[in-house]
């Protein structure tokens, strides 16, 4: 008789978040090797793999595709080769497995490459859409294959006999309802993390936090010399220098300036943070958006700062993320201006933290500036930042001073 080995989201990795089973990757009777990706779960942030605990053979799935999950809860048995013959493939008192019962493993057309590492993403359009990764260029990190990857991949190879539907970066099922409107539309069942968004921000900005936002302009002519000067160094070490690694620095300063921003509102206390965890806001498209942490960015430099913001960036975009990686915030970046926005107001906070900063979009304007005790006009990049507040623990007098001290670092940042 084998050793049975039990399958289980180990403690700790979803730290306190709700998940759903989404699908499962590999079928009772599959060979698996330790730490082989089983199982994909979506919480309200982020989609995550659980991993094989050992080598083994997969005995039973217990939860079903759709169910809701917790730590410590029995996911899957693996065995032997014994155990395989004797509990499931051989035994007529064999459990049932809770599968659904359309294929959740990789088609057969597909062909993957021997240790290719896949994130849960791309696993998931595989499911759909028959491919030869052998022929995609990955462009992340050692080669791997991204999402984005293999949407331009699939976007311009020849559409298979088989095919019945484009592939998109978000799969919409027509509802098969009347939409409430009374006109021809298609109804698209929101994910889990679009409701928890939706839940969040209508807490944070009705029934929480009384929002005021304060704008400043800020002059980016000095880290547009730095970034000029710098940006091929950074390149030669591996790290994308980026103007939000200015911001999230500026931004660290500014906090250790003025340490009533990096706070959580309490009702009897104003909790001031010692470290200046900063997230920043990361789009996912129709997906809805992440906020990845900066923890004790105070502590980095300019070229630690740029590198986790660019580990982090290629995880939400790659569906890596982690849920430690998003938690401990203690103050959020907004950067809309990268879509061309040049004013957000109010960006509502991220509770419970008490503020949260907003870049508008970089673009040169036409500004007076007294050259010589002569008024002059002159053309300098500039960009609009933005503070909105949790009233209840800051007044004008904090927030301007954030943004007064901001605007400052960013405008006399150094050459060297």
């Known amino acids: 008789m084998g050793t049975m080995i039990d399958v289980m989201i180990p403690e700790g990795q979803l730290e306190g978040t709700e998940a759903t089973l989404q699908s499962w990757l590999v079928a009772p009777g599959d060979l698996v090797k330790k730490d082989q990706p089983l199982a994909e779960l979506e919480t309200d942030k982020v989609t995550m793999e659980v991993a094989a605990p050992a080598d083994g053979v997969v005995a039973q799935l217990i939860a079903g595709e759709g169910d809701q999950v917790a730590v410590g809860m029995l996911l899957a048995t693996l065995g032997d080769e014994a155990v395989i013959t004797s509990s499931v493939t051989g035994s007529e008192n064999a459990h049932p497995v809770a599968v659904s019962a359309q294929a959740s493993t990789v088609p057969p057309e597909s062909v993957i490459p021997v240790g290719a590492r ?46 019945v539907a484009p592939v998109t970066t978000a799969t919409v099922k027509p509802a098969s309802v009347a939409g409430q409107s009374g006109l021809a539309s ?69 906090l250790q300036a003025v340490p009533e921003v990096n706070s959580q509102f309490h009702q009897d206390v104003l909790e001031l943070f010692h470290d200046c965890n900063i997230g920043v806001g990361t789009a996912l498209g129709n997906e809805g958006l992440v906020v990845p942490v900066i923890h004790q960015a105070q502590d980095l ?22 849920p430690a990686d998003m938690q401990g915030g203690t103050f959020t970046i907004s950067n809309h201006g990268v879509s061309g926005s040049l004013v957000a107001t109010p960006i509502i906070i991220n509770q419970p933290q008490s503020a949260i900063l907003g870049i508008g979009k970089l673009e040169k304007r036409v500004i007076v500036k007294e050259i010589e005790g002569v008024d002059t006009m002159v053309i300098r990049p500039m960009c609009y930042v933005s503070l909105s507040i949790d009233h209840r623990a800051l007044d004008g007098f904090q927030t301007n001073s954030f943004l007064a001290t901001l605007v400052d670092e960013l405008e006399s940042w150094p050459l060297d």
């Not at 995609?136 to 050692?142: D, L, R």
């Not at 000067?229 to 300063?253: M, N």
């Open 301 to 322: 430099n300019l070229i630690g700062i740029a590198r986790r913001l660019q580990q982090m960036t290629d995880a939400a975009r790659d569906n890596t993320l982690k």
């Open 118 to 163: 896949l994130s849960p993403a791309v696993r998931r359009i595989l499911r759909e859409h028959p491919v030869d990764l052998n022929q995609v260029q990955g462009s992340g990190k050692a080669g791997r294959i991204t999402k984005c990857d293999l949407l331009a991949y699939l976007k311009n190879a020849p559409v298979p006999a088989q095919s």
């Open 186 to 254: 298609t109804l698209r069942p929101h994910s889990k993390m679009r409701s928890r968004i939706a839940e969040h921000m209508v807490d944070s900005l009705l029934h929480t936090a009384p929002h005021v936002t304060s704008i400043f302009e800020a002059d980016l002519s000095a880290i547009q010399r730095h970034r000029a000067k710098h940006k091929a160094e950074f390149a030669d070490k591996g790290v994308k220098l980026t103007y939000s690694a200015y911001f999230v620095a500026a931004a660290a300063r500014a």
